[in-house]
C-alpha cells in the first residue's frame, strides 16, 4: 500500500474510532476510559489493516479499496467521493479527505453508509467491517485487548482457568494425551517433514508410493514429486468426507484424506478471534460475496465447519425431504434409509437437547417467546448437557463437541487404515476414458503442498470440500455441467442487540453472553402463506 493510500486509511480508520476523554461523558472506569482514550491509530490499527488487505484479501472488488483510498488523498477525488462535505470555506476552500475536520469525516461516512452509488456502499462497508474486526481482535503480549475490558469481555484465558481443575479431574491418561497432541496425531502426515519420514509412514500405513526427483523445472501434474496409491482419497475433512472417510477405513479400506487446512490439537487452540479466524477459517473469515452485502464463514481446518460451528446438529425437516422426494424427484429422502442414516449420524455424534445451564442471550430469547406466546424449543446439540463454551466457534478447546475430527476421523485413525494430509490443496480430480467410453472414470486427486505437486491414485475419489469449493474445484477438473455450483443458497444471518437494564426482579444469576450453553433455544417462525419453515428461526 502506498504512503498516500496509508494517509487516506489512516484518517478513515480514526475516523470510525476516535479518541476522546472519557470524563466528557462521565465515565471514570479505568477500563471504559482507556478504550475511549485509544484511537485506531495508537493502538496499530491502520497498520495492521492494510497488511491485512494486502496479504489475505482475496476479492474480486478489491481494487475499490485501493482506488478509493488513492481518490481520497487528493482534493479532485475527494471532492467526487464526499461532494460538498470536502467544501471548508477556507482557501484552498475543498480539501482532501484527511484534511477535513473529524466531524465532517463522520458526516461524510455516514452518508457512504447510505449512498444510492453502490460502490461507495461497497468501499465503506468494506474498510468499516476490516477496521473494527482488527481493532477488536488484536491482542497484546499477553493476549489482552484494551477494549475487551470496557465491553465486558474477559477473553477466553478466564473461562477456561476456571474449568481446569474440573477437567484434570476427569481427564485419563489417554486424554492427556490427546489434550497434548490431539485425537488425530498418529495419522497426521506433515509433508514439511523429510521425504523419507513421508513415505515410511505412507508405506507402514500399507499405502504404495513412488517418488520421484524434484527438477530443475518444479514438479507438476504429469511430473509429480511423489505419487501415492490408495483405495479412495477423499478431499475435505468435514460433515461430508469425514463420515465417508471414517467409515471405509473402519470397513477395511485404505484411505487418504486431503485436507486444505491443519490440524489443532486441543492444547493449540488460542481461541483468540483474529488468530482462529485467520488459522481455521476459508480466507481467514474475510470471505464475502460479489457484491459484499454478505460475509461468508467457512471451516478450513481438519473437521472442516464441524470443528467450528455452535454444536447446533439440526435433522432434515420432513417437509423438505417431502420436497426433494416429491418435487424433485430424489427418492432416496423419501426413503427410511435416509431417515436411519440421520439416526446412526445422530447417534454417533451424542447429539441431545438437555442442557445445565443455559446461556444469558438465550435464556432471554426462551422467556421473551413464552411471555409473547410464541413457539421456543431446545436445539439438538452434538455435546453433553454440561458444554459450558462459549469459544466453540474458534474450536472447542475441551474436546466435548463431537464434530468429525473427535468422531470418524478418531475411527480412520485407530483402525490403522487411514492418513490424514493437512495444508494440501486439491489442484483437480484426474480422470481417464476406458475402453473407448465417452464416460470418464476418476483416478484420483492431484494437490499441491507449497510449490511441490503429489498425484493420490485412487480406485474411488470422493470431493467433500464444502459447498463452496467443490463446484470450483469440478469446474477446474473440466467438469461441464451447467448446474455445477448454480444452486447455491445462502442462510444470512441477522444479528441483534438489546440492553437490558439490571432489575432486582431479574430471577437468573448475572452471567455474560457467552457463559453457559452457547446455543440452546430456538423460535422458528412459520410462514403464513405456505405453512413451511426454511431456516427463519431466531436463535
Known sequence: MTAREMVSLVAICDTLIPSFDASEVGHLDDG??????????????PDRVARLM?????????????VGLWSLSTWIGSLVMCGRRSFTGEYPYFRRFCWLPETQREEILLNWASSYFILLRMFFRSIKLIT???????VDEKGNNLAWKAIGYNGPSSDHSDHEEELNEKTTKKNKHDEIFGPLYNGIIDLKSPREAVTKKLTGHGFTVSTHKRTKNGSSISDPVMTIQCDAVVVGSGSGGGVVAGMLAKAGYKVLVVEKGNYYARCNLSLHEGQALDEMYLSGGLLATTDMNVVILAGSTVGGGSTINWSASIKTPEHVMKEWSEKSEL???????YREAMDVVCERKGVQCEFLEEGFNNEILRKGCENLGLPVKNIPRNAPSDHYCGFCCLGCKKGQKQGTSETWL???????????????????????????KKTKTSTGVAFAFGDDIYVVEAKTTIVACGALRTPHLLKRSGLKNGNIGRNLCLHPVVMAWGWFPQEEEWPEKKKKSYEGGIMTAMSSVVNAE????????VI
Not at 32 to 45: F, I, N, R
Not at 54 to 66: D, N, Q
Not at 412 to 430: D, F
Not at 530 to 537: H, L, Q, V
Request: hydrophobic letters at 35%; a neutral charge; charged letters at 20%.
Open 32 to 45: 471504559v476510559a482507556g478504550y475511549y482514550s485509544a484511537s485506531a491509530s495508537l493502538t496499530g490499527t
Open 54 to 66: 494486502s496479504e489475505r484479501l482475496r476479492h474480486p472488488k478489491k481494487w475499490i479499496l485501493r
Open 132 to 138: 473494527a474486526f482488527v481493532f477488536f481482535t488484536q
Open 331 to 337: 427418492e432416496m429422502f423419501g426413503s427410511h434409509l
Open 410 to 436: 478418531v475411527d480412520l485413525v485407530e483402525s490403522g487404515n487411514g492418513l490424514i494430509l493437512p495444508g494440501c490443496e486439491a489442484m483437480e480430480v484426474l480422470y481417464e476414458c476406458k475402453g473407448g
Open 530 to 537: 405456505t405453512k413451511r419453515s426454511y431456516g427463519e428461526t
